[in-house]
């Protein structure tokens, strides 16, 4: 049963740290990345976050630029 825990963890790590990396430099709070272990729904909020609200970072780099 432990083995079984480490190998849940370590697969639920490979998923989560990107994630995490992908909303800190989409300009999103981290912490939306824990939606991807919520089973269906959690994927689809992430990829329809991701793909259709507008990037707040991309909103600094334009207003720094005009």
Not at 7 to 24: D, E, N, S, T
């Given at each position: ?10 697969v ?5 740290v ?11 709070h ?37």
């Amino acid at each position: 049963m432990v083995p079984e825990f480490f190998h849940v963890a370590i697969v639920g790590l490979m998923i989560l740290v990107p994630m995490f990396f992908i909303y800190k430099k989409a300009g999103f709070h981290p912490a939306w990345s824990l939606l991807v272990f919520l089973p269906g729904l959690g994927l689809l909020l992430i990829f329809l976050q991701l793909a259709f609200l507008p990037w707040p970072n991309l909103q600094d780099q334009q207003g720094q630029e005009s």
